[in-house]
């Protein structure tokens, strides 16, 4: 009788662990699924240069239309909030590349906000630059590892990306494993 209590303690930390993830999956799955919607939500937008709303004015000097502002801005977000969701749910090997892309988003977002000082793709390579100098050698070297691995041990891909992964305990542990 005294089997029976800790496995059911740890049944049912398999059940809160599971509802958890479930609902994650949940809000994670519907995020994406009105990315569509979202990117319409510059349709709303007043085609004029002033946007007066209860909470803030905005007034387009670049694009002379507080429209045409919000759908560069949102062809920018809704490719960023996929690409963090990405990172941040992707087990491969190679998840650290993503932040190439992230990076330039937000630099095109940074860019946008303040398009009365340059135009908005121009030169977005060179602050890109230092990004890519740290990771497109990090990933090299963990591609390198992971083919050194492989003729060593002949393990199969998925051996080894389940050796590479680090199992987190909390949120900030998560945080940590991507960086």
């Given at each position: 009788?005294?089997?029976?209590?800790?496995?059911?303690?740890?049944?049912?930390?398999?059940?809160?662990?599971?509802?958890?993830?479930?609902?994650?999956?949940?809000?994670?799955?519907?995020?994406?699924?009105?990315?569509?919607?979202?990117?319409?939500?510059?349709?709303?937008?007043?085609?004029?240069?002033?946007?007066?709303?209860?909470?803030?004015?905005?007034?387009?000097?670049?694009?002379?239309?507080?429209?045409?502002?919000?759908?560069?801005?949102?062809s920018k977000l809704i490719p960023l909030l996929l690409l963090i969701i990405w990172f941040f749910t992707c087990r491969h090997?190679?998840?650290?590349?993503?932040?190439?892309?992230?990076?330039?988003?937000?630099?095109?977002?940074?860019?946008?906000?303040?398009?009365?000082?340059?135009?908005?793709?121009?030169n977005q390579l060179m602050y890109l630059i230092p990004i890519m100098a740290i990771i497109v050698p990090s990933i090299y070297?963990?591609?390198?590892?992971?083919?050194?691995?492989?003729?060593?041990?002949?393990?199969?891909?998925?051996?080894?990306?389940?050796?590479?992964?680090?199992?987190?305990?909390?949120?900030?542990?998560?945080?940590?494993?991507?960086?």
């Amino acid at each position: 009788m005294s089997n029976k209590r800790p496995l059911e303690k740890i049944k049912l930390k398999f059940l809160q662990e599971d509802r958890k993830s479930l609902i994650i999956g949940s809000v994670i799955a519907t995020i994406i699924a009105t990315t569509p919607y979202l990117f319409y939500l510059y349709e709303s937008v007043p085609n004029s240069p002033i946007w007066d709303t209860f909470l803030f004015t905005y007034q387009s000097e670049f694009y002379q239309s507080a429209q045409v502002s919000m759908w560069v801005l949102t062809s920018k977000l809704i490719p960023l909030l996929l690409l963090i969701i990405w990172f941040f749910t992707c087990r491969h090997w190679w998840f650290h590349a993503l932040l190439v892309p992230i990076a330039m988003y937000v630099y095109q977002i940074f860019i946008t906000l303040n398009d009365d000082l340059i135009n908005i793709d121009s030169n977005q390579l060179m602050y890109l630059i230092p990004i890519m100098a740290i990771i497109v050698p990090s990933i090299y070297l963990v591609r390198a590892q992971i083919f050194n691995k492989i003729n060593d041990a002949n393990k199969s891909l998925e051996e080894l990306e389940e050796e590479f992964k680090i199992s987190p305990r909390n949120f900030w542990d998560k945080i940590k494993q991507y960086f």
